[in-house]
Structure formats: C-alpha cells, structure tokens
Antibody, heavy 122, light 106 residues
Framework: QVTLKESGPALVKPTQTLTLTCAFS??????????VSWIRQPPGKALEWLAR???????FYSTSLQTRLTISKDTSKNQVVLTMTKMDPVDTATYYC??????????????WGQGTLVTVSS | DIQMTQSPSSLSASVGDRVTITCRAS??????LNWYQRKPGKAPKLLIY???SFQNGVPSRFSGSGSGTDFNLTIRSLQREDSATYYC?????????FGQGTRLEI
C-alpha cells in the first residue's frame, strides 16, 4: 500500500526558508523509475507543480521558482525534502507530495499525500 | 511552459445529467493528458491518464478523449458525489502544468 505524508511548519515568516518533508511507504526511491513530486495549491487557486526528484537523483524544477527551490531525497529513510527560500505571503498554500509515474506513453501523479497548509505571515 | 486552459471555469448540473469539461493546451501534447478530481479538504485524485485510461477504481461514467491540443472529460449519469473541482494536467514536457480547474456543482 502506497502512502505519502507531508510535514513541516504551519507558519513561516516572510523571507524565511521553508523546509517540508515527505515521508512515504509502499515503494522505494532507489527503484528504477520511481519519482516523487511536490505540488502546491494556494487558497482558491489552481494546482501548481513545483519540483520532481527521480530514482537516479535527477531533479526538475518549476521554471518560475527554480531559483528558490531545492529537492533532495534520503532513500534510507524513504523521505523527500523540499526547501523553498525567501518565503512570501503569496506562497501561502497547501503543499502536497505525490508519487510520480512516467513512461514513454504517460506521466502522472498516482498517489498523493493529504497535504500540509503553510501560511506565510509576520 | 505549456499553458493549459480549461472551460468552463464552473458549471452546475443535476443528478443524471451528462457534462463535458474541455482542456486546451497551448501546443501539442500528444496524449500526455491527465484528469484529476479534487474535493474540499481532500487530496487530488487521479481519474484518467494518457487521455483515456482509467485509474483503478474510477467509475465507468467518467471518460476522456482528445489528442494534440484539445481534450475532453465527460461524466455521464452525474452522481451527487461527483461534485468537485476537476483539473487537467500535461506531462508532455517539463515543467508539467495544470489547468486552472473546473468547479462542478451538482
């Protein structure tokens, strides 16, 4: 059974760095083809993909946020960590991690965590 | 980045109706198009991937079609539990992008 769970601070101040952890089970990021992504959704707005890390440690980032994001993995702990620098109130959102499938014919997020709400406010 | 545009942004329908949600990509994305359902307080749920393939457990009243730049999600025989926001998403090229969502009220 695949599960993912996000954790991190519920409140951060502007200019601070956010660190979120995705703890997962039911698969291993050392398995060829496995990937985990971070996605967020500001209140009342659309979903926005942020970053993806792959079994071979390849990393991909949102074009608009790539200078602020870092994604990493700890395979032994079954965790993926996302850091976002220079937090701003517009970054207030529910942050999700999701297992990511990608083949020659399709790519999608097949299992999602429940999400963690992060509010940016002084 | 590839822009995904959904229409309508919201719609209201009745139990038993058939509805279609449209998603248009700013360039061809072949068949790399997925649909998700998002209910308040819950994580998004994958409904359809690769335009028309069902994720496990998705009712057959949901169907997807299209290719290139224009895609549809059709829901036949609407049920009350179909009330949600629906998102399309492309995985043709990085960064993967979502549509802005279609809110369906039953």
């Amino acid at each position: 059974q695949v599960t993912l769970k996000e954790s991190g601070p519920a409140l951060v101040k502007p200019t601070q760095t956010l660190t979120l952890t995705c703890a997962f089970s039911g698969f291993s990021l050392s398995t060829i083809g496995m990937r985990v992504s971070w996605i967020r959704q500001p209140p009342g707005k659309a979903l926005e993909w942020l970053a993806r890390i792959e079994w071979d440690d390849d990393k991909f980032y949102s074009t608009s946020l790539q200078t602020r994001l870092t994604i990493s993995k700890d395979t032994s702990k079954n965790q993926v960590v996302l850091t976002m620098t220079k937090m701003d109130p517009v970054d207030t959102a529910t942050y999700y991690c999701a297992r990511t499938f990608l083949s020659g014919t399709a790519g999608y997020f097949d299992y999602w965590g429940q999400g963690t709400l992060v509010t940016v406010s002084s | 980045d590839i822009q995904m545009t959904q229409s309508p942004s919201s719609l209201s329908a009745s139990v038993g109706d058939r509805v279609t949600i449209t998603c248009r990509a700013s360039q061809s994305i072949s068949s790399y198009l997925n649909w998700y359902q998002r209910k308040p307080g819950k994580a998004p749920k994958l409904l359809i991937y690769g335009v028309s393939s069902f994720q496990n457990g998705v009712p057959s009243r949901f169907s997807g079609s299209g290719s290139g730049t224009d895609f549809n999600l059709t829901i036949r025989s609407l049920q009350r539990e179909d009330s949600a926001t629906y998102y399309c998403q492309q995985s043709y090229s990085n960064p993967w992008t979502f549509g802005q969502g279609t809110r369906l009220e039953i």
